[in-house]
Structures are given as C-alpha cells and as structure tokens.
C-alpha cells in the first residue's frame, strides 16, 4: 500500500510513430531503455493520437479534450505571434491535468515543449517552467530557453539539454514529501528538421543503415496535390519546404537522422529512470513514455503528418503512436495490449491513478487504462476518433473510415479500410456499394460522438473557427464565408 500518491513522469516526444522502436519490433533502431521500460511495464499497440500535428495534441494531452472543443485545429504558427493577445495561452480557460494535481499536492513541472502559447511564464499549473522560447526551432543547437525566467541558449543539442534540466530537477525534488509530476516534453525526433542538421553523437550509428524498415513508394497524389494547392492558395508561404516535403523519402540522410533523434531520446530516458533508481524512488514512480503524433515516413507516399496530404488523412502512419507505462501495481511485467486507447485515455488515466476528479468529468470523453495495466476482466471501448480539419475519422478493430466534409468544391471522397483483410489500408471501399450499410454506420458514429464532443464555436464542420491559425483557411473562407477568420 502507497503511503502516499505515486510520483508521475510523462515523456511526451515530438513526431514519433510507434514503428520507430525496437520494442515495436523495427530491429534498425536503437532504443535499449525505452525496450527495457516495455519488458517491465505495459506496451500499447493501438494507441492514437486525436490529430497529427503538434499543439491540437498537445492541448488534449493537458486537458483531456478533442480540437473540436478546445479550438487547437494545428500547431499554432509562431509567425503570427505577433497578432495573439498579450499574455496569450490556448488552454487557459480549461482544467488542466498539472492544475488537477497541483491541487491534490503535487510538485508539477514542464521541461520540454510547450507551443500552447506564449512562453515567458509557467503556465496551466506548471510550477518548475523549463521551455523554449517558442514552439518551432531551426535547429536542435542554439535554441532559446527559458529556464524558469531566466533566458539563455542552448549550444547543446536540445535533447541533451532538457535531459540535463529534467535529471536536475528528479534530484533535487524526487525525494521529498510531496509527490511530483514532471512533464518531459522532448522536441525530438521532430522528421521534418531541415536535411543539412548537424550530427551528434548517435549519427554514426545510422551512417550506413539501409533504411528497410522504412517502404520504398511512389509519392501520392494527395501530397502532390497539397504542395500545389499550397501554391495556389498561399503563394507567400515557404514553398521551397512544402517541396522538401516530396523529397524526404528518399534522402536517406534525413531518415538516418530522424532515427538517431530517437537514440538521443533514450538516452535521456535512462538517464531519467537511472536517476530514480538512485533516489529509490522508481517503484513508487508512474512512468509513461509517448509521442504528441506519429509521423508517415513514406508509408502511403508521403512524409509529414496527416495534413501534409489533400485531403488530409488519419492513416496508421500518421496517427499511431508509442505508449509504454511501467509501475509495480500493474500486472504482467512486459504485456502488450491490443486495445485501441488514444491521448484522452492518457489524461484520464494518470488522474484515475493519482486519485483526482474533474469538475466536469461529462466533456472528457477519455476512459481511464487503469482495468487495462491491472489486466482486470472487463470490456473496453472498440473506437477511438480522430479530427483534422476538414477530415474525421473512426478507427475499430475492424475498420478505418475516414469522412470528409462535404458540399465544397473539391469533391473529397470518403475513405473506407477493411482492417482485416487489408491491414496496410490501401483498398478504399467507401464508394462500393456493397460496404454503404457500414458506412452509413460508421458516419453516425461519427455524428454521435462529435455532437456531444465538439464546442460550436470551435467546430468547423458546422461554422465555427479556430484558434490562431488554420493550414487550410482558404477552405474555410470558401466554406463558411469571406468573413471567416481564427479568433482567441
């Protein structure tokens, strides 16, 4: 019996799929602790993010809701920062997992990424505040921080110096009478970093890796067709990258460097858990390991995230994301479980396990994994949802059905994976006739869910808007009228 609240540590890394381990079984990636941390804890093979980029994810993962309530559609530009009220933070008006257990006594602490907002103080309940002065980086070297008010630069690479800043902070709070949560929010492996990044230490490692465990395909025409619809719509943007984008599959430098950023990750890992076995407190410390989003590295014919595509899509690749927990109340030291969970199951989960309650526990629609860890006898849900901007999909057991809105010019096509006889998701069947009645099914799945997990304000399926920024405005603009526009 605890005599007090467990201790929690969330590692939360930036643009992982969860292929890119070797405990997910991809045997040219080095990743020794977090493998060691899967055979003693809990390993989740079907965990989803809601969106796949970084701050709708991020939001969720702090407040237990999907974009379509809290308002964050895609990361939040730091080139319109300047056009954010002062003070400006996206969750501010939320119930946030470090207020929910800073009330109930903990100690809560930020070191990482935060891109919800503006930087230059602790926010949502955090008390120790180390971050980067903004949400996006050129570079791994040389960024920004901002070290709980005070501002200096990084000349390490940024891995290293949130380990250090994270390993810091379990010394000196890891053994005291209150318990902590530490938020270790990694800004790696981050795929879309410019190809010319300076190597580390683990790039030798990858030097001359064949790269097999990535696929060898043609790119899509769906990327094809966003570079030029990004274009078209937004010719002052950064075109040149939007190119990168269809060039990335087959750089193998760029693939060889996404892959070591996972080693600098767990290196710092361990060096996390060696510091919680040094203060002996590991045993009485919930350890969670997971990523913001996945990211497709090729699969499907492209590399980004779900929107990098037109329409966007919720493939696996996109979507799928690592989820490792480790604590001794949990049953059968290196389990894996198929159940479909996603990041709101995260947040309700660690409150389950520290013992806190939400005021308005009906708007979460996450369930806690507690009956899953303990391999307790019960039903869990079959569904998990997903949203990005103009796409909204259901995944089951069974199937992947991707909806788009309709009525706009573009004539999206719905899309349709029978998951048991086409696994890799490649044969649509939403236009057959024959699979209309689970469509018909699923897309009131949909409707049901999203009635009842959606603010109209931020719902964009039925006029609402977003917060700071959209990738996709001019549809908006089409859609709902000329005088859309983000709002705060």
């Given at each position: 019996?605890?005599?007090?609240?467990?201790?929690?540590?969330?590692?939360?890394?930036?643009?992982?799929?969860?292929?890119?381990?070797?405990?997910?079984?991809?045997?040219?990636?080095?990743?020794?602790?977090?493998?060691?941390?899967?055979?003693?804890?809990?390993?989740?093979?079907?965990?989803?993010?809601?969106?796949?980029?970084?701050?709708?994810?991020?939001?969720?993962?702090?407040?237990?809701?999907?974009?379509?309530?809290?308002?964050?559609?895609?990361?939040?530009?730091?080139?319109?920062?300047?056009?954010?009220?002062?003070?400006?933070?996206?969750?501010?008006?939320?119930?946030?997992?470090?207020?929910?257990?800073?009330?109930?006594?903990?100690?809560?602490?930020?070191?990482?990424?935060?891109?919800?907002?503006?930087?230059?103080?602790?926010?949502?309940?955090?008390?120790?505040?180390?971050?980067?002065?903004?949400?996006?980086?050129?570079?791994?070297?040389?960024?920004?921080?901002?070290?709980?008010?005070?501002?200096?630069?990084?000349?390490?690479?940024?891995?290293?110096?949130?380990?250090?800043?994270?390993?810091?902070?379990?010394?000196?709070?890891?053994?005291?009478?209150?318990?902590?949560?530490?938020?270790?929010?990694?800004?790696?492996?981050?795929?879309?970093?410019?190809?010319?990044?300076?190597?580390?230490?683990?790039?030798?490692?990858?030097?001359?890796?064949?790269?097999?465990?990535?696929?060898?395909?043609?790119?899509?025409?769906?990327?094809?067709?966003?570079?030029?619809?990004?274009?078209?719509?937004?010719?002052?943007?950064?075109?040149?990258?939007?190119?990168?984008?269809?060039?990335?599959?087959?750089?193998?430098?760029?693939?060889?460097?996404?892959?070591?950023?996972?080693?600098?990750?767990?290196?710092?890992?361990?060096?996390?858990?060696?510091?919680?076995?040094?203060?002996?407190?590991?045993?009485?410390?919930?350890?969670?390991?997971?990523?913001?989003?996945?990211?497709?590295?090729?699969?499907?014919?492209?590399?980004?995230?779900?929107?990098?595509?037109?329409?966007?899509?919720?493939?696996?690749?996109?979507?799928?994301?690592?989820?490792?927990?480790?604590?001794?109340?949990?049953?059968?030291?290196?389990?894996?479980?198929?159940?479909?969970?996603?990041?709101?199951?995260?947040?309700?989960?660690?409150?389950?396990?520290?013992?806190?309650?939400?005021?308005?526990?009906?708007?979460?629609?996450?369930?806690?994994?507690?009956?899953?860890?303990?391999?307790?006898?019960?039903?869990?849900?079959?569904?998990?949802?997903?949203?990005?901007?103009?796409?909204?999909?259901?995944?089951?057991?069974?199937?992947?059905?991707?909806?788009?809105?309709?009525?706009?010019?573009?004539?999206?096509?719905?899309?349709?994976?029978?998951?048991?006889?086409?696994?890799?998701?490649?044969?649509?069947?939403?236009q057959d006739p024959e699979y209309a009645g689970v469509t018909a099914e699923l897309s009131a799945r949909l409707d049901e869910y999203f009635s009842k997990y959606a603010n109209p304000r931020w719902d964009l399926w039925k006029g609402g808007v977003v917060k700071s920024n959209s990738t996709r405005p001019f549809l908006w603009k089409e859609v709902w009228g000329k005088e859309w526009a983000p709002e705060y």
């Amino acid at each position: 019996m605890r005599s007090r609240q467990p201790n929690i540590l969330l590692i939360f890394v930036d643009n992982q799929p969860a292929s890119m381990m070797g405990c997910y079984g991809n045997d040219e990636i080095f990743t020794p602790h977090l493998d060691d941390l899967a055979s003693r804890g809990v390993l989740f093979r079907n965990a989803f993010c809601p969106n796949s980029m970084c701050s709708p994810c991020r939001a969720s993962m702090l407040t237990g809701l999907m974009p379509s309530q809290h308002g964050i559609h895609t990361w939040l530009d730091d080139e319109v920062m300047d056009e954010w009220p002062d003070n400006y933070n996206a969750i501010a008006e939320f119930e946030t997992l470090p207020e929910k257990l800073a009330e109930a006594g903990y100690h809560t602490a930020l070191i990482g990424k935060y891109h919800l907002g503006f930087a230059d103080k602790p926010q949502n309940g955090f008390k120790h505040w180390v971050t980067m002065a903004k949400g996006m980086m050129p570079s791994f070297y040389g960024v920004e921080m901002n070290d709980n008010g005070k501002y200096e630069t990084a000349d390490e690479h940024s891995v290293d110096y949130f380990t250090r800043k994270s390993v810091e902070y379990l010394d000196r709070y890891a053994d005291k009478d209150e318990p902590f949560f530490l938020f270790s929010t990694y800004n790696a492996p981050y795929g879309e970093m410019r190809p010319d990044e300076p190597e580390h230490r683990y790039s030798q490692k990858y030097a001359e890796l064949p790269m097999n465990s990535v696929p060898r395909e043609g790119l899509c025409s769906e990327l094809i067709d966003w570079i030029l619809m990004r274009k078209e719509k937004a010719p002052d943007y950064d075109f040149e990258w939007y190119k990168k984008l269809a060039e990335m599959p087959n750089n193998l430098r760029a693939m060889r460097q996404f892959y070591s950023q996972v080693s600098m990750v767990d290196d710092g890992v361990g060096q996390m858990i060696a510091k919680l076995e040094e203060k002996g407190v590991l045993d009485d410390t919930l350890v969670i390991y997971t990523a913001d989003h996945g990211l497709s590295v090729g699969h499907h014919g492209f590399w980004g995230h779900g929107e990098d595509t037109w329409p966007s899509n919720m493939h696996r690749s996109a979507n799928n994301i690592p989820l490792i927990v480790s604590h001794p109340d949990f049953a059968k030291p290196g389990r894996q479980v198929e159940n479909l969970v996603g990041t709101t199951d995260i947040f309700e989960t660690i409150l389950d396990f520290a013992g806190c309650k939400l005021d308005a526990p009906e708007s979460v629609s996450g369930m806690s994994l507690c009956p899953l860890l303990r391999d307790e006898v019960g039903e869990f849900r079959d569904e998990v949802f997903m949203e990005q901007e103009e796409t909204r999909a259901i995944r089951t057991s069974r199937w992947l059905f991707m909806r788009r809105i309709e009525h706009t010019k573009y004539d999206f096509k719905h899309e349709l994976y029978d998951l048991e006889n086409d696994p890799d998701e490649r044969n649509n069947l939403a236009q057959d006739p024959e699979y209309a009645g689970v469509t018909a099914e699923l897309s009131a799945r949909l409707d049901e869910y999203f009635s009842k997990y959606a603010n109209p304000r931020w719902d964009l399926w039925k006029g609402g808007v977003v917060k700071s920024n959209s990738t996709r405005p001019f549809l908006w603009k089409e859609v709902w009228g000329k005088e859309w526009a983000p709002e705060y």
